[in-house]
């Protein structure tokens, strides 16, 4: 049976952990926070007193952390622990920097490595429906495949090392410019006297189509499900968008890719974060857009 050790065991990584085990791997968990082990343990996961103890004997390690500092402290730690030939998977969403750095720690000690960050959410966690964008090397990702398997409904993989990190950052890019377009109609929309019905029937079938629109609508009403319906709860909170775009714009800064857009998007979403509403699910936008209106 393969050794796994989970390394965060936070609002995705709990349950991600737990999805493994149910698949019949031997999980071994390791978190700072007591909160994160108690509910670990209470989803079955075998939850390890060190780090040490987590990765001794792990054939496969998986980091699901804040940042690009938090996994670089943790593989920092863990790669002079593990066997050759192990296996890395990093599952968390951070810089390209950071991820650079982190799979050339683990190839200089005989380690295989592969970002692997997600989209789908604490849902997608729970039920196994997340969508892994990886990166690395194709036979580190061959291995890690069938584990991510457990996790996940779809496996992309989207080329060398950080590769995943590119492409879920530009994705999240889309999506934060999109919800901001959207919900601009919206808004326009009420002030013209158009039904927020109306406009949904006519853009929905036509040109303005998106996720944003079909999949998350940021007013009450056309799409039952989406966060708009419940006080706009999360879903994906504004901080979380905001970190994405942050990530965005870092890389695009980096490698000179002009994306004027994305840094208009992240600028209205910190401002609507600085007005107290981070923890408010990042359509909630809509509610900034009204209030710079006039009249
Ligand atoms: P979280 O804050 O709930 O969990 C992170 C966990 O890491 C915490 O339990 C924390 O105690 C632990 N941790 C921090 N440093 C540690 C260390 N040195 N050793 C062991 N444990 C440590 O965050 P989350 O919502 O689970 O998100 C994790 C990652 O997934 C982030 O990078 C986030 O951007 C990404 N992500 C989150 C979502 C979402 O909807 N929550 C969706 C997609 C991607």
Not at 164 to 186: H, P, T, Y
């Amino acid at each position: 049976m393969t050794q796994i050790a989970f390394i965060g065991l936070g609002n995705m990584g709990g349950p991600m952990a737990a999805n493994l085990v149910k698949a019949g791997f031997a999980v071994r968990g390791f978190d700072l926070a007591e909160s994160s082990k108690k509910a670990a343990a209470e989803a079955g996961i075998a939850v390890a007193s060190s780090i040490n103890d987590a990765v001794q004997g792990a054939e496969t390690v998986i980091t699901m952390l804040p940042a690009g500092q938090h996994v670089l402290d943790v593989w920092n730690e863990i790669v002079p622990l593990l066997d050759k030939g192990a296996l890395i998977i990093d599952c968390s969403t951070i810089d390209v920097g950071s991820a650079g750095q982190a799979h050339e720690l683990a190839a200089t000690a005989g380690l295989r490595s592969v970002d692997a960050p997600v989209s789908g959410g604490t849902n997608g966690a729970k039920n196994a429906t997340l969508t892994f964008m990886a990166g690395g090397d194709p036979k580190a990702f061959a291995a890690a495949k069938p584990i991510l398997e457990k996790m996940g409904g779809k496996i992309i993989h989207c080329g060398e090392a950080g590769a995943g990190q590119a492409a879920k950052i530009c994705n999240n890019m889309i999506l934060g410019i999109s919800m901001i377009g959207v919900s601009e109609a919206f808004t326009l929309g009420e002030k013209l006297g158009l039904s927020h019905q109306a406009l949904f029937d006519v853009a929905s079938t036509s040109s303005g189509q998106c996720w944003s629109l079909t999949s998350y609508c940021p007013v009450p009403g056309p799409v039952p499900a989406s966060p708009a319906n419940n006080d706009y709860k999360p879903g994906f909170a504004t901080a979380l968008m905001l970190k994405d775009l942050r990530l965005s714009q870092e890389a695009a800064r980096a490698a000179g890719a002009s994306t004027p857009l994305g840094a208009h998007a992240q600028a209205l979403y910190q401002a609507f974060s600085d007005a107290g509403h981070g923890m408010v699910d990042f359509s909630g936008i809509i509610a900034h857009l009204r209030d710079q209106s006039k009249g």
